[in-house]
């Protein structure tokens, strides 16, 4: 399965047995937003809501860092998920969140998994049904993992990386929070950007509807940077969330996808063992 659905393939996808269709929307700390509420105000028929901060390690001072294979696997059991559903992610945004949800499929060895291209706004902006309320459960699944580990990079790997330049760090942040002439939106956050980063703003692989650009734009853009498949890619961001976005990119471009560093820069700019340049 693609990476992508479009609007057109869910509709007549909706209501088939095996589909587990998730809204994964987080909005970020400075969004005056819930996304629970907003979902149980109008969400897609027959949508479940995946919530990033849940399906986490709940033992870290970290937002929404990879949970363990265990506690993916009981999660995606309770929200009806099993290693033979379709899934698909969308959010309320039109593509922010959502990839975070594919990613973790991937991640824990499942790749039945794609995400709506424009997600919520496209679909309601075509004159597509949503419905209120909180969603019937769902029954019980049975999910095993198969963890990849090769997907994932801790904080250790990125401060050795920043030595070695094996990898190529790419950061999803907006060109003035990685530059550092913007703050960050969390409170204590150094500004700057990892040594021998480079920045491609997950937005500048999206149209102004929240749908990706064509494959040859989105590898266009990353070639722009400097990410011509060379070196394995790291991808960063905030938080974890938008990274996933430019790991999609490059699936699409037909690029390595390499790994995403879980922690971003609320580790990397939250530590002060941790070089930062600026500019």
Partial sequence: MGPLVTTEWLAGALGQPGLVLFDATKYLPNEPKDGIAEFLSAHIPGARYFDIDLVADQDTDLPHMVPTPGRFAKLMGAMGVSNDSLIVFYDQKGLASAARGWWLMGLFGHDNAAVLDG?????????????????????????????????????????????????IVIDARAAGRFTGATPEPRAGMRSGHMPGSANVPYTDLLNADGTFKPAADVKARFAAAGVDGSRAPITSCGSGVTACILTMGLRLAGLPEGAVYDGSWTEWGGRSDTPVEAG
């Fill in 119 to 167: 997600g919520l706004p496209k679909w309601v902006k075509e004159g597509r049904p949503t419905q209120a309320g909180a969603p019937p459960a769902p029954a019980i699944g049975s999910f095993r993992p198969d963890y990849r580990a090769s997907r994932l990079r801790g904080v250790g790997d990125v401060i050795r990386n920043v030595e070695t330049q094996a990898e």
